[in-house]
Each structure stands twice: as structure tokens, then as C-alpha cells.
């Protein structure tokens, strides 16, 4: 059973809270290295570890998953396509590409669904919120909702993917130059590569 330690070796370098789901998993959707979504219990600690969620919220959501199994992994079922649409629209930008009608479709129904559990609450201004919301699928509506958001309101072509791991993040430097999901990661990991490739050169001359 995984904890919210588990779930953080998924680093949250999205900045945005749909790309950092669709970071939960490394690797192509029907080949995957690595996915800490592997059961209803992980999707609730992510909710957590992401900010999504507040842990009186995840308490609820275990109790309800344990009163209805079967309801947990139909969410689980659903998250996991929420997650493959996400990729699918977000890695499309990424590379230059507009999404298919059929995925943005379905998300748009995924949003009015969201929209339907949640309540405006102020502070400061109006947002949608969830609090109220008492159902095993809330870890999945802001998600979407943070994903709707980006598509309609950010910067599209500040969405990337990391060339070392495929993670996907908004570059939100000054001068769009971010290549690397973290420079502590897969930045670090070039540098030693071309760092050794500089020395093994030198050394053959």
C-alpha cells in the first residue's frame, strides 16, 4: 500500500496541477516505467501530496472507498482516462500539434461534471471550489478543472516536455527558455553525460 512518501517520487514539476498528473506516470500510456496510480488509496495521497486535497478530505474519501470497493476502482478506472486524455491534449501542444475534437469533447464533459459538484466561494474574488464535494471522484475534479484553465486562459506555447524523462511542464521563465522538467533531474543528468563525452574526447586526442 503505497503513502504520500510513495507518491513523491513523482517530482510536481509541472506547475500546473493537470500536467503534474499526467507527470504520475513515466513513459508512453501502454508502456508505462513507472505509474504511482496503481489503486485508489495512491490517487487520494497524490490528491494530498499535489494540494488538492487536505487530509480531512482524504480521511472521507478512504471511508468511502472502503464502504464501496467497487465504486473506488470504477474512479480509479476513470482517473486513469483522464489521465490518457490529458497526455493525449497537453503532449499534442507540446510538439506543436492541436488536439483531436473527440479528446477535447471529452474533456469538455469531464469539466461540466466537474462544475456540477462544485460551489463559488469567495476570497478576495469568486472561485470554483470543492469542499462541499463528499464523492469518490473529487480528486479528479480540480484536476480537470486546472486543465480546462490552462487551455483557456495560459500560454500554450509555453507547454513542454522534457527531453531526458517526457515529464510535461509550463515554462514560465522570462525568456522561454526552460528545456529540463528540473535542473536538479534531467538537467543535471546532461550535464554529467556531456561532461564525460567532453573528457573521454579529450582524452582520445
Given at each position: 500500500?503505497?503513502?504520500?512518501?510513495?507518491?513523491?517520487?513523482m517530482?510536481?514539476?509541472?506547475?500546473?496541477?493537470a500536467?503534474?498528473?499526467?507527470?504520475?506516470?513515466?513513459?508512453p500510456?501502454?508502456?508505462?516505467?513507472?505509474?504511482?496510480?496503481?489503486?485508489?488509496?495512491?490517487?487520494?495521497?497524490?490528491?494530498?501530496?499535489?494540494?488538492?486535497?487536505?487530509?480531512?478530505?482524504?480521511?472521507?474519501l478512504?471511508?468511502?472507498?472502503?464502504?464501496?470497493?467497487?465504486?473506488?476502482?470504477?474512479?480509479l478506472?476513470?482517473s486513469l482516462?483522464?489521465?490518457?486524455?490529458?497526455?493525449?491534449?497537453f503532449?499534442?501542444?507540446?510538439?506543436?500539434?492541436?488536439?483531436?475534437?473527440?479528446?477535447?469533447?471529452?474533456?469538455r464533459?469531464?469539466?461540466?461534471?466537474?462544475?456540477?459538484?462544485?460551489?463559488?466561494?469567495?476570497?478576495?474574488?469568486?472561485?470554483?471550489?470543492?469542499?462541499?464535494?463528499?464523492?469518490?471522484?473529487?480528486?479528479?475534479?480540480?484536476?480537470?478543472?486546472?486543465?480546462?484553465?490552462?487551455?483557456?486562459?495560459?500560454?500554450?506555447?509555453?507547454?513542454?516536455?522534457?527531453?531526458?524523462?517526457?515529464?510535461?511542464f509550463?515554462?514560465?521563465?522570462?525568456?522561454?527558455?526552460?528545456?529540463?522538467?528540473?535542473?536538479?533531474?534531467?538537467?543535471?543528468?546532461?550535464?554529467?553525460?556531456?561532461?564525460?563525452?567532453?573528457?573521454?574526447?579529450?582524452?582520445?586526442?
Open positions: 500500500m503505497e503513502t504520500v512518501d510513495d507518491v513523491t517520487r517530482r510536481l514539476v509541472g506547475g500546473n496541477l500536467l503534474d498528473f499526467v507527470n504520475t506516470r513515466t513513459g500510456p501502454d508502456r508505462s516505467d513507472d505509474d504511482v496510480l496503481m489503486g485508489y488509496r495512491e490517487l487520494v495521497a497524490w490528491g494530498i501530496y499535489a494540494g488538492a486535497l487536505i487530509e480531512a478530505e482524504a480521511a472521507v478512504r471511508g468511502l472507498s472502503r464502504d464501496d470497493p467497487d465504486g473506488a476502482d470504477a474512479t478506472e476513470r482516462r483522464i489521465r490518457d486524455a490529458l497526455d493525449d491534449v503532449r499534442s501542444l507540446a510538439t506543436g500539434r492541436d488536439p483531436g475534437a473527440s479528446v477535447l469533447d471529452r474533456l464533459d469531464d469539466e461540466a461534471d466537474a462544475l456540477s459538484h462544485a460551489r463559488l466561494e469567495r476570497d478576495g474574488t469568486f472561485a470554483w471550489t470543492w469542499r462541499g464535494d463528499h464523492t469518490l471522484e473529487r480528486p479528479l475534479r480540480p484536476v480537470v478543472h486546472a486543465a480546462i484553465q490552462l487551455l483557456t486562459t495560459g500560454t500554450l506555447n509555453r507547454i513542454k516536455g522534457c527531453p531526458g524523462c517526457g515529464f510535461l509550463l515554462d514560465e521563465s522570462k525568456n522561454r527558455s526552460r528545456r529540463w522538467c528540473s535542473m536538479d533531474d534531467c538537467g543535471t543528468a546532461e550535464k554529467i553525460r556531456r561532461y564525460v563525452a567532453a573528457r573521454r574526447s579529450s582524452a582520445s586526442r
